[in-house]
């Protein structure tokens, strides 16, 4: 990003690359607050404060004290070192194929089922239940849904999408992974009311689509450690490393 001055004192210019790492300093919430809001005149007397603070600073040799200077070393080490991390680790990628080679020798690891994909239709009576299953069918489910539905879902024709045990009420829950996919089930009680569900599709694990996310992140993980080990070993053996007995 080209740079542009946007203030000065004394001669030493405030650009709009200060500005830019002023806010990547803020907090998530304040940054995309400041970025809507456009050029703030606010941040840009900070930063004329800051710099207000440094022109003193420097002019009573506090640049110059001991204990500053150790300050300042310690702090371009540590800079120095995440830097030097990064550059060590930047190129590091995994392949389509290490991805899959690494979920078929983890496969245990990662799998999470089964899922299923439902919907249904929810009343507060049994009665009015009843009535709605006898006349359900695959055909008209969603329709039925919309119309009669007392959940959210009804707009969606009472799709629930896909989820994994557990996440539903226990009757629901209970009823819905013991389906047949195309079943109906007959009206379930539960704290909310009484549900017709249909079961529209079961996984018994999740697709490797959905997991590989996860499944390329660790393997990344795993070569970067591997990486970062074996780069300490050449460092170790190329230097002297001498640990002193402070006790």
């Known amino acids: 990003m080209e740079k542009h001055v946007i203030a000065k004192i ?35 007397d900070e930063l004329i404060s800051q710099q207000l603070l440094v022109i003193d600073a420097r002019e009573k040799g506090y640049d110059k004290n001991e204990d500053f200077i150790e300050v300042l070393k310690a702090t371009e080490d540590s800079l120095l070192m995440t830097y030097a991390l990064g550059k060590t680790l930047e190129n590091i990628e995994v392949s389509e194929d290490e991805i899959k080679k690494y979920y078929e020798e983890n496969k245990e690891r ?68 013991s389906m047949n996919v195309g079943e109906i089930s007959e009206p379930v009680k539960t ?12 996984h018994e694990e999740l697709d490797f689509d959905k997991i590989k996310g996860s499944v390329e992140s660790e393997l990344k993980g795993r070569k970067e450690q591997e990486t970062y080990v074996s780069k300490i070993k050449e460092l170790s053996e190329k230097h002297k490393v001498e640990v002193i007995n402070i006790q």
């Not at 704290?191 to 079961?202: A, E, M, S």
């Open 10 to 44: 004394d001669g030493e210019e405030i650009t709009t690359a200060h500005y830019e790492n002023f806010l990547r300093q803020l907090n998530p919430q304040l940054r995309e607050y400041y970025n809507k809001k456009g050029f703030s005149k606010e941040i840009l």
């Open 191 to 202: 704290q909310f009311g009484y549900h017709i569900i249909k079961l529209d599709d079961k």
């Open 110 to 177: 990662f799998k999470q089922g089964p899922t299923v994909s439902a919907s249904h239709i929810l009343v507060e009576t049994e009665e009015e239940a009843n009535n709605i299953f006898k006349k359900v069918n695959a055909d008209n489910f969603a329709e039925i849904a919309k119309e009669k539905s007392s959940c959210p879902s009804s707009a969606n024709g009472g799709n629930l999408g896909e989820f994994s045990q557990g996440r539903m009420v226990p009757e629901f829950d209970e009823k819905v992974f």
